[in-house]
């Protein structure tokens, strides 16, 4: 018999406004303790020093992470020229310096190169395994660790201002995986000079925004009364971008207890033809749901819908 899991069953998503010096892990552990949840997790790491957009997950939310933490994401960031820091942010130690200092016209010139599928190597200091270890324990323990490029996707990358001659501001829009503190360090070199993100702020993961962002401090004010579970989003926020069908009551109840459904009658044919031409990918999963509430996710076989993921809601 497995361990029986300990705390209340919480569903739904929150977005959380990390706070600077505190890592993704702690920020989680917090925010789940003031909900008392029995399950969670977070769509995307965010460096100890970023702040910004942190989805949490809930209960059966917990399915449709990956669905966050694939979908686009947008950062705004400082990059200091001059100083080299063997993090790539300002909590490294400071590895090279140069007095060049890239002009507004220079850094214009230079962001068309970094936009579109590129090839790019992680800091050191990442989450990435190396041999079964976390590359940035070995580089805190003194060893020497080899990372290869991986191709990564910017959509945008644009100079948002520079605030003095050692500082500049920029918005970018990238899809999974990639690293701002990479992004500053390459484009400084390109630029001819060394760099490191000094400041980094996430805006939006998918349809997760800072519009709807709470911080820490408000959820422990709202944990003292009785609307905690007011600040939740709904188990489905991360899959407007699904094919959704909607079930009988019937075809629900099938689908829960994990068997197929058909879709072969007449009146199934404008339901089939609508998921056909939305879902591109034969091996795309489609949202199924009762009325408005979510139901599972499924893959459309030969005019049938097989449960893949069931929301147990």
């Not at 069953?9 to 406004?17: E, R």
């Not at 010139?109 to 050191?124: S, T």
Request: charged share 25%.
């Amino acid at each position: 018999m497995g361990r029986r899991r300990k705390g209340r069953p919480v569903h739904g998503w929150l977005v959380l406004d990390k706070p600077a010096d505190m890592t993704s892990t702690e920020a989680l552990g917090k925010v789940r303790r003031l909900f008392g949840a029995a399950k969670a997790g977070h769509a995307g790491t965010l460096d100890p020093m970023a702040t910004g957009v942190l989805p949490i997950a809930f209960g059966e939310a917990t399915k449709t992470v990956p669905y966050a933490m694939d979908a686009t994401k947008v950062y705004r960031f400082s990059v200091r020229w001059g100083e080299a820091r063997d993090t790539d942010d300002s909590e490294g130690a400071v590895t090279a310096t140069s007095p060049v200092r890239p002009s507004r016209e220079a850094i214009e010139e230079a962001l068309p190169a970094f936009i579109g599928e590129i090839e790019q190597l992680p800091p050191i200091y990442s989450a990435i395994k190396v041999g079964g270890e976390r590359s940035y324990d070995l580089a805190r323990d003194g060893q020497a660790v080899e990372l290869t490029p991986r191709p990564v996707r910017i959509d945008d990358m644009r100079l948002v201002e520079m605030t003095d001659a050692d500082h500049a501001v920029f918005e970018v829009v990238s899809g999974k995986g990639a690293y701002m503190r990479a992004l500053a360090r390459d484009l400084a070199a390109d630029l001819g000079t060394v760099g490191h993100l000094s400041v980094l702020r996430r805006l939006c993961v998918g349809p997760f925004t800072l519009d709807e962002a709470v911080t820490l401090g408000h959820l422990e004010r709202l944990a003292e009364g009785p609307d905690l579970d007011g600040s939740l989003l709904p188990v489905d926020r991360p899959l407007v971008d699904i094919p959704a069908v909607s079930l009988t009551e019937a075809e629900a109840h099938r689908v829960r207890c994990g068997q197929p459904v058909g879709l072969m009658r007449r009146s199934d044919r404008s339901r089939l033809q609508d998921l056909m031409d939305n879902a591109m990918d034969p091996d795309r999963l489609v949202l199924v749901r009762q009325g408005t509430q979510p139901v599972a996710l499924a893959r459309l076989e030969g005019g049938e819908l097989k449960p893949v993921r069931i929301l147990n809601l």
